[in-house]
């Protein structure tokens, strides 16, 4: 009995097994069924044809047939393509159809352009395409709903070569989300790790300002202005030229700081979070700055100096917008209040980011003899003395980040000894161009907690703009050192009191004495060294002219000569160099190619001088291993790393032999 009883119940064992495995095999058929109705559909293409104008456009025009040759009829409604794309700018976009058979109402888009593509699909009343059959033609425009411009030349899925139908793959064609059809092209490049924001600030020791390293550096850039006026609100030009290639043209030609013209009353439009539009704006220009307001423009800005090494001080040039030729920084719009509040939200705002360097707290007060409205520089509570407004705000945008330089302009007028602001006259005052007046410095010095972070600055112009006494008889270099630029401010370098930035200076090439002047200053700051900013990038400057002919992309070359010698061509950036990173660029001491020279570096050099490797991970190490310029990679190029590391340098032999 027990036997049998064993025997049935082995039986029943099996029968139940089998009874499971078939089950098994029966769900793993089934599965494999439907893995095999879902799976790629072959037999599907896309034909396409560009339907742009032009590779600059404001539209995309992938004009597509869907073909069929699967086997089957195919519901539309389970397809979806894909257009593979850069976006420029922030507009919203949308999808326009020029012809299709199927009925423009069934075909709609989705927008991913984070994700580098937009996708189409089609809703039911969209049919089916039989086999063998097609969608016929759907001329499909994509577009941007403020009619701004799209770069295609770096767009995946653009070929302008298909000017008739034909089987294109760089189009994807999905079908029940699978893919059927076509190459995916890849996701957008990421952002390049932008350089530390916090090791490129400077500081002064006595007439030098020098960076985080120790090393003496020398501030030679430009203006380009705009932002300032209710015209603009942001730079002018951008209708003609391109924001990114003019930023660049810039620091290729060795302007290594960009003075930004601003108004408190622009700032505060922003603070209270209103959209300021930018005028003359081409998005044909322009593409990425599409849909992006003023506030927008300056980040965009900024952010792209961050790659070519470039930095920024912000110039405040009035109380309100056009307000420039005003003698003060408050009027009856904007009190000293709301001027100390736009410096502090800027300030705020770019606080952690060292591409914003320095602050020019009023550009130009100014006014002559006595007056309730003249800009004074003395020791007194007058709420017209510059010279405690500018401590004041100073000391309000240290308390933010003390790290910025503080950038002060002088006045126009002082009164000559034995005389103050309530006596002077034309007779009794020491006067200069707006904001060119530093006499006062010598008895009443600006004082702030930070006195390393101070620079003084002023303004010069030629003959063009003002018949100055020291122009009205033959003059050269001598006479105008003697006359205005020692008494006016270039004592205070002279007497190591502080560093000098000549904050504006510039003019046309059409009267013989303007360009001796220019050409007297200019050799003035090249021979001393002296920091200084051109006006202007901007060729619609009327008085002066700018580095740009009227077409806003040609260097006026023969100022430029003129301006060259001024201009120091190195970076402020301890990582990415003046122009940015290009395939020739590299960094001494950099063998293994992250642009930073450190212990990681020692490490390789070591290796390379045992023989233990033959070669750097840096295509440039060999040439970035020759520290002491002697065309060899020895002991002595390891030495001089280590020293490096451990900065008891700051800089390497063979910058010091080649000037860099």
């Not at 086999?131 to 016929?136: A, I, L, T």
């Not at 002279?494 to 510039?506: K, Q, T, Y």
């Not at 059409?510 to 202007?536: P, Y």
């Amino acid at each position: 009995m027990a036997q049998k009883h064993s025997e049935k119940s082995l039986l029943s064992v099996l029968t139940i097994s089998v009874f499971v495995i078939s089950c098994l095999f029966g769900l793993i058929t089934v599965n494999a069924g439907n893995t095999t109705e879902e799976t790629a559909l072959e037999g599907l293409s896309i034909h396409y044809m560009d339907g742009s104008l032009d590779e600059r456009y404001q539209s995309m025009r992938p004009y597509i047939i869907i073909h069929n040759n699967s086997g089957q009829s195919v519901d539309m409604a389970d397809l979806k393509v894909r257009y593979y794309y850069t976006k420029e700018g922030a507009t919203e976009e949308t999808l326009l159809c020029f012809y299709t058979a199927i009925g423009s109402s069934n075909i709609f888009a989705e927008f991913h352009p984070e994700l580098g593509y937009a996708e189409i699909g089609f809703t039911s009343g969209a049919g089916v395409i039989k086999d063998g059959g097609n969608s016929g033609q759907m001329q499909l425009v994509l577009k941007k709903i403020s009619n701004g411009y799209y770069d295609q030349t770096n767009d995946y899925s653009y070929d302008p070569s298909f000017t008739d139908y034909a089987e294109y793959d760089k189009m994807t064609l999905y079908y029940k989300d699978t893919l059927v059809w076509g190459v995916e092209g890849p996701p957008p490049p990421p952002e390049p790790t932008p350089p530390p924001n916090d090791d490129d600030w400077l500081h002064v020791e006595g007439n030098l300002i020098k960076d985080s390293k120790g090393n003496t550096v020398y501030l030679t850039g430009i203006n380009w202005f705009g932002f300032e006026t209710d015209g603009a609100n942001g730079f002018y030009g951008l209708n003609k030229c391109n924001l990114e290639d003019s930023l660049d043209l810039m620091a290729n030609l060795g302007f290594n700081l960009l003075r930004i013209p601003l108004s408190a009353e622009l700032i505060l439009e922003w603070k209270n979070g209103e959209y300021v539009e930018t005028s003359f704006v081409s998005t044909y220009e322009n593409p990425r700055l599409d849909g992006l307001s003023s506030l927008d423009i300056l980040d965009y800005t900024i952010n792209h100096m961050k790659k070519n090494g470039m930095k920024v001080m912000f110039d405040m040039h009035g109380a309100t917008k056009d307000s420039y030729q005003d003698n003060l920084w408050y009027n009856k719009d904007v009190t000293m209040e709301d001027f100390i509040e736009a410096w502090k939200w800027i300030t705020e705002r770019y606080k952690d980011d060292d591409t914003v360097i320095a602050m020019d707290l009023k550009n130009e007060p100014h006014g002559k003899y006595s007056g309730p409205n003249i800009a004074k520089w003395d020791d007194s509570e007058d709420p017209n003395n510059w010279k405690r407004a500018a401590e004041i705000i100073a000391e309000e945008i240290l308390a933010i980040n003390p790290n910025l330089l503080i950038v002060v302009e002088g006045v126009e007028a002082y009164p000559m000894d034995g005389y103050d602001y309530t006596n002077c006259g034309e007779f009794t005052t020491y006067c200069n161009w707006w904001g060119g007046n530093l006499r006062g410095v010598a008895h009443h010095p600006v004082t702030l907690s930070a006195q390393d972070k101070l620079v003084y600055s002023v303004h010069d112009y030629g003959p063009d703009i003002y018949m100055q006494p020291w122009f009205k008889k033959d003059f050269d270099i001598n006479t105008l050192y003697e006359e205005c630029w020692y008494p006016n401010w270039y004592y205070i370098v002279d007497e190591n009191i502080a560093p000098m930035l000549i904050g504006e200076w510039g003019g046309k090439l059409i009267n013989d004495n303007n360009v001796k002047w220019l050409e007297c200053l200019g050799s003035f700051i090249a021979d001393k060294k002296l920091h200084h900013t051109f006006w202007a990038f901007n060729p619609n400057s009327a008085d002066t002219g700018g580095l740009m002919l009227e077409d806003w992309k040609t260097v006026d070359e023969e100022k430029y000569a003129i301006i060259e010698p001024t201009l120091w061509k190195r970076g402020l950036d301890h990582v990415i160099p003046l122009g940015g990173v290009t395939p020739e660029t590299f960094k001494y001491g950099d063998v293994n190619g992250d642009f930073k020279a450190t212990s990681t570096d020692l490490t390789l050099l070591k290796r390379y001088v045992l023989k233990q490797i033959t070669e750097f991970p840096s295509p440039d190490g060999l040439k970035a291993a020759d520290l002491d310029g002697d065309g060899k990679i020895s002991s002595s190029d390891i030495t001089i790393l280590k020293r490096y590391i451990l900065k008891t340098i700051t800089i390497f032999p063979v910058e010091e032999k080649l000037g860099k």
